[in-house]
């Protein structure tokens, strides 16, 4: 059974599914920040593979975010959507339960 500190376990094909699905999204993030760990820690323990953009390293991913998303608070999630608009999802709790909800 699947609890809260188990690694979601999937058969390949499901997570090729998952990791086609993933591609659409980033997570904007850096180390030291605690609310971003959290979110981190989700995203190991769902098995996702998202890309990561660290602000605090890359000048051209905390640009990307301020154009895009509006501020530069991490961690912020990029929703690609399928018709192609983007969505910026900010606030750690909020993106834990969205990530939850789509692959938990
Ligand atoms: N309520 C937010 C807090 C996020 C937050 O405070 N992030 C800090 C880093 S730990 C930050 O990005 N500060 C810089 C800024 O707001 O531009 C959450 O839970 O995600």
Redesign the pocket.
Known sequence: MQDDTDQMARTPEEQAQVDQQCRSLALYEFES????RRVLHEIERLSLNIELRNTREDPSAREELLEGGG?????CLRITQETGETHWM????DIVAWLRQQFG
């Not at 920040?33 to 971003?36: G, L, N, S, T």
């Not at 501020?71 to 961690?75: K, L, N, S, W």
């Open positions: 920040c605690p609310f971003c501020r530069t608070m991490v961690p900010y606030e750690s709790a």
